[in-house]
């Protein structure tokens, strides 16, 4: 079947994701259409939540609601009790949910648009337990409310197979109430059911109402992140390694708290004056400093040894060189002293600067290693988009799926790409519910000046400043940003567009503008590129891909 909308945001259960994944693979007529309302289940706007899906198909029409979990009745109060052991009870019966739900689609709206086609179709409600047998628990009635006809459980749901055969039983038995005169729905009235009822079931929501569900899940904390902080408390030194998104400098800073916390001195130390503008811009302990590397001799000359180095964007820091000058900001050394390494093994992509081989090996060798598995930062399209351009490790998104899929946006020329990047922005920070312009960045790949695209942005009604260690202190300003993809290294904003992608003939340098680049969004990514970019982007996708079946075959 043609699943509309054909991707989720978020299952509410796997009950529903495994209902999806069936009935993506049964068909009874080319033209069958599933309308799902699972993206709307959190939003107060949402019309047909209550129909998990409806089905119109050649044989007729059907709205089937899916039951996970244990379910029984007791007393009248029926009680659901979920993968994780937590209880909601109701009054109405699941039954009740469905037959209710049916007949407000009905009477509200085919009905009205459709009665005379609807004449003798088979239409009706369905039930399916997907996770229980017929009989609940010990102690509880069958539920009488629902015939088998029309009553599905776990078995019907063994494979798309047994699935199919249920929800034939269904149709069959609606189509006998018609006395025999049911019949079958031509393809073209299914289309125009379906053109008219979709605007109800595919209501995305709009990307500030997004942005807020995406804003709780960064700021909680993932099973591995715990484990990693224990494990930094427990050793003096370590080195930890994650792609972009894996949450280093959060971990960095959380580290860097605990130590401050029992009474250590500690210095953060990154390449990027703009990042460690940013880190020092919070209420950060008395016993805790943040510096730059051009800063960092200094640093030490002026404060002395710290009881604690934490090193952020390593993979910028990896010389020789570098680890001498880092060796004195520390008691007892490098190889003695209290350390944390926080760096991106996809070095190649990740670091502008030169990458010592022979510093990366003395890093690992003084300190207890370990590699973060989980992306906390980027939803997971714009993830995609990043394994597709190049071989890296980014971990696997934790995001539940929340996240506006990438867009791209061709030009003409690369002139044409400030002023249609300002058009874009300008519509999505202005209107009814417009994003916060605080929660917005364009980034340049260096070939686009930043002071032009600022000025273009302005002309088109957008409060704009380019990136400073002032527009990073304080409090968020009520500003989009503009830089450059490598000034912003370490930062990050939820909606990122990205103006201009470099030179296609160096195709490391397109690798690594991009990567810098894409990395930086949190929710929303929107490239605007020249044809000959958007055309490079593709094709190192179909080089990916390539490689990959190959590795699998």
């Known amino acids: 079947m043609k699943m509309l909308p054909p991707s989720v945001l978020e299952f509410k259960s796997s009950a529903e994701e495994r209902v999806f994944r069936m009935l993506e693979q049964i068909k009874f007529g080319p ?8 993206n709307l289940g959190k939003h ?146 299914i289309s125009d059911i379906v053109s008219f009822l979709r605007p109800n079931f595919e209501q995305v929501p709009p990307l500030n109402s997004q942005l807020q569900e995406f804003d709780k899940e960064l700021c909680e904390l993932s099973e591995e992140q715990v484990r990693r902080l224990d494990e930094l408390q427990e050793n003096d030194r370590m080195s930890i390694f994650g792609g972009a998104g894996t949450g280093k400098t959060f971990l960095a800073m959380a580290t ?35 510096c730059c590397l051009d800063d960092l001799t200094a640093e030490i000359a002026e404060n002395g040894k710290r009881d604690v180095l934490v090193i952020d964007e390593g993979q910028d820091l990896c010389q020789i060189e570098t680890l001498e000058t880092l060796e004195g900001a520390v008691h007892q050394g490098l190889e003695g002293g209290r350390w944390r390494w926080f760096g991106d093994p996809n070095n190649q992509l990740s670091s502008a600067f030169h990458f010592d081989d022979f510093a990366y090996d003395y890093i690992k060798s003084h300190s207890f290693t370990r ?18 351009i190049a071989e890296v490790d980014l971990g696997t998104p934790r995001s539940l799926g929340v996240g506006s899929e990438v867009k791209v946006s061709r030009v003409g020329s690369a ?81 990122i567009f990205v103006a201009g992608l470099g030179d296609c003939k160096e195709e490391i340098s397109f690798k690594r503008s991009a990567y810098a680049a894409f990395s930086r969004a949190n929710h929303t990514l929107q490239i605007i590129c020249t044809e000959e970019q958007a055309n490079l982007l593709s094709k190192l996708q179909v080089e990916r891909e390539r490689k990959k079946t190959i590795r699998q075959g």
Request: with cysteine.
């Open 31 to 38: 033209a069958d259409v599933a309308l799902h309302s699972l």
């Open 44 to 189: 107060k706007y949402k019309r047909w939540g209550e129909i998990d899906f409806l089905l119109v198909t050649r044989k007729g029409i059907i709205a089937l609601e899916v039951k996970g979990g244990r379910v029984a009745c007791r007393n009248g109060i029926w009680e659901y009790t979920n993968r994780f052991g937590e209880v909601s009870r109701r009054k109405e019966s699941p039954a009740a949910q469905a037959v209710s739900a049916f007949f407000s689609l009905m009477d509200n709206y085919l009905k009205p648009r459709f009665r005379k086609e609807l004449d003798g179709i088979p239409a009706g409600w369905a039930l399916l337990f997907e996770g229980i047998d017929r009989v609940v628990t010990v102690g509880t009635s069958k539920m009488p409310e629902l015939p088998d006809e029309i009553t599905g459980y776990k078995p019907e749901c063994a494979g798309h197979n047994t699935f199919k055969a249920y929800i034939d039983r269904v149709l069959d038995h609606f189509g006998e109430r018609e006395r025999g005169t049911s019949q079958q729905i031509p393809d073209g009235l």
């Open 256 to 290: 860097a708290r605990y130590d401050a916390a029992e009474g250590k001195t500690v210095l953060v130390v990154t390449r990027s004056r703009f990042l460690s503008s940013f880190l020092e811009s919070h209420e950060l302990p008395e016993g805790i400093r943040v």
């Open 371 to 388: 590699r973060l598995l989980d992306n906390i930062r980027n939803a997971p399209p714009i993830v995609e988009s990043m394994t597709s």
């Open 415 to 495: 002139a044409d790409i400030p002023s249609r990047c300002a058009a874009i922005v300008a519509k999505i920070v202005s209107g009814n519910q417009p994003v916060q312009r605080s929660d917005v960045a364009v980034l340049l790949a260096g070939d686009v000046a930043v002071q032009d695209t600022v000025e273009e942005l302005r002309s088109a009604g957008v409060r704009t400043e380019p990136l400073s260690s002032r527009a990073l202190s304080g409090r968020k300003r009520d500003c989009v940003l503009v830089s450059t993809a490598e000034e912003f290294k370490g930062l990050e904003r939820k909606v």
